[in-house]
C-alpha cells in the first residue's frame, strides 16, 4: 500500500485534497482526520504539518508527499521534487525600512527575521554574503518594529502585510515557490507511483486545457486548423452539410476567447468550448 503525506491545514491542505479527489483518489470527509485509507486504489494518506511532510518522505517512512517547494529547501531532507502541481503559488522576497537597507548589497552584516532558515541561509551561501538568520514561527515583519531584526524573508502575496509594516522590498526574489510531490532521493522505480504521478498529471491537463469544437468550411480548414493544433493533431469529423467539416482539438485555457475570437474571423461557426474533467495523454 503506498502511504503519502499530505498538508493537514494551512494554504496548502484544501487544494491538495482537492487535487487528489480529481485524480479519483478518497479523501479525508473530516477536517480533523489524521489518516484516511483508500482500499480502491491500494493508497493510504496521512494529514501532517505541511512543515514536517518533506521529513517523513525523505526517511523513507512514507513513500510521496505534497508539500511546498520552499518547505521542502528549507527542510535539506534528503528527498525531491517529482511533479509541480501549480497551485500554492508564493514567492519569497527581501523586505526592510527603506531608510536603514535599501539594496541587497546592504543584507551584509544584518539580522535577517524568517520563518524559513534553510532557504535564506542557501540563498545568502549561493551569493557569498554573510548575515546572521534569525528563525521565527510567522508573523516576521513585526520583526524589525520591534527591533529583534533589520531585514524580514518572507512570502509576499498582495504587499498588504509588508505595507503595514512600513517594509519594502529588496532585490531580486530568493525563491518561487508552488506546491510539489516529493518523493526520496534515490527511490527506486515503483509502478504505483508511476500511476499516481500520471493521473495528477491528468488532473494538470484538464485544469489547463478546455476542449474547443467548430464547424467550418472544408476549403478553410487548413487556416482554421492551424489555430488549433491540438496536443496531437486535431480531430477531422465530416459533416452531414457537403463541403462542411468538424473540428475537435484541445487548446489551453487562457487562450480560449481569444482563439475562438480568430477563427470567427476565418469563418469558423458554432465554436463551442467543454471542459475537460480527466484525462490521460
Ligand atoms: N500567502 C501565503 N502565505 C503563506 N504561505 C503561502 C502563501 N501562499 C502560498 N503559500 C505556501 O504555503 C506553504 C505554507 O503553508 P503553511 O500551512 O505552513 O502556512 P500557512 O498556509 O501560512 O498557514 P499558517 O501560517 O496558518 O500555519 C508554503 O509552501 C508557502 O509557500
Ligand atoms: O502580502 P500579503 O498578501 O500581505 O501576504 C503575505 C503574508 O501572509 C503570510 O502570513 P500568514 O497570514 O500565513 O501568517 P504567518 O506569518 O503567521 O504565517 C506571509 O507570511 C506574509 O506575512
Ligand atoms: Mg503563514
Redesign the pocket.
Known amino acids: 500500500m503506498l502511504r503519502i503525506a499530505i498538508?493537514n491545514?494551512?494554504?496548502?491542505s484544501g487544494p491538495a485534497t482537492q487535487m487528489l479527489r480529481e485524480a479519483g483518489y478518497r479523501q479525508r470527509g473530516d477536517d480533523r482526520d489524521l489518516v484516511c485509507r483508500d482500499e480502491a486504489n491500494d493508497v493510504e494518506f496521512f494529514y501532517l504539518r505541511?512543515?514536517d511532510i518533506a521529513t517523513y518522505v525523505g526517511s523513507g517512512d512514507l513513500d510521496l508527499g505534497i508539500?511546498?517547494r520552499?518547505?521542502l529547501v528549507d527542510s535539506a531532507s534528503p528527498a525531491e521534487e517529482t511533479l509541480d502541481l501549480d497551485f500554492?503559488?508564493?514567492t519569497f522576497w527581501f523586505a526592510a525600512r527603506p531608510e536603514t537597507v535599501a539594496s541587497v548589497d546592504m543584507i551584509a552584516g544584518r539580522r535577517i527575521a524568517t520563518a524559513y532558515p534553510g532557504v535564506v541561509e542557501r540563498h545568502l551561501a549561493e551569493r557569498g554574503v554573510d548575515a546572521e538568520v534569525i528563525r521565527l514561527d510567522?508573523a516576521v515583519e513585526n520583526a524589525v518594529r520591534l527591533g529583534v531584526a533589520d531585514v524580514v524573508a518572507d512570502?509576499v502575496?498582495t504587499g498588504a502585510t509588508l505595507r503595514q509594516a512600513g517594509l519594502a522590498i529588496i532585490g531580486e526574489p530568493i525563491l518561487r515557490?508552488s506546491?510539489v510531490l516529493i518523493r526520496r532521493t534515490g527511490a527506486s522505480a515503483n509502478p504505483q507511483v508511476d500511476q499516481l504521478v500520471r493521473r495528477l498529471q491528468g488532473v494538470l491537463v484538464a485544469r489547463r486545457y478546455v476542449m474547443l469544437a467548430y464547424d467550418v468550411r472544408a476549403d478553410l480548414l487548413e487556416k482554421a486548423s492551424a489555430l488549433t493544433p491540438g496536443i496531437e493533431s486535431p480531430t477531422i469529423s465530416p459533416l452531414h452539410r457537403e463541403g462542411w467539416v468538424a473540428v475537435q482539438a484541445m487548446v489551453l485555457r487562457r487562450d480560449v476567447h481569444r482563439i475562438m475570437d480568430e477563427l470567427y474571423e476565418v469563418g469558423a461557426r458554432a465554436i463551442l468550448v467543454t471542459d475537460i474533467h480527466a484525462c490521460r495523454l
Open positions: 498538508p491545514k494551512g494554504t496548502l505541511p512543515r508539500t511546498g520552499d518547505l500554492g503559488g508564493s510567522g512570502v502575496s515557490s506546491a
